[in-house]
């Protein structure tokens, strides 16, 4: 069974920045893309940003705040949110998609408030 182990949500005053980080076994992180995406209350879960080795795409609402990266040495991956607004405030999970398969982490909640 594919785990993915995320960490780093919290709540953070607006213009804030949380740094997210999600692991899985070596054979996932070589093989599938790897990415974030979010689902506030009442909305769909969208996508923020993914990755493929060098390659990231972000979400419009994500760019120029958010940065994907990831760590090969660590099989992990991190979402870095900077000047965070109350919209960014959702429950972010990491997904790991190669072609028709799909595994999604446990969900990990970022409230963002005065």
């Known amino acids: 069974q594919v785990q993915l182990v995320e960490s780093g949500g919290g709540l953070v005053q607006p213009g804030g920045s949380l740094r997210l980080s999600c692991a899985t076994a070596?054979?996932?992180?070589?093989?599938?893309?790897m990415g974030w995406y979010r689902q506030a209350p009442g909305k769909q879960r969208e996508l923020v940003a993914d990755?493929?080795?060098?390659?990231?795409r972000y979400a419009d609402s994500a760019k120029g705040r958010f940065t994907i990266s990831r760590d090969n040495a660590t099989n992990t991956i991190y979402l870095q949110m900077n000047n965070l607004r109350p919209e960014d405030t959702a429950v972010y999970y990491c997904?790991?998609?190669?072609?028709?398969?799909?595994?999604w982490g446990q969900g990990t909640q970022v409230t963002v408030s005065a």
């Open positions: 070596e054979i996932i992180f070589r093989i599938y893309r």
């Open positions: 990755t493929t080795d060098k390659i990231m």
């Open positions: 997904n790991a998609q190669l072609a028709t398969r799909s595994h």
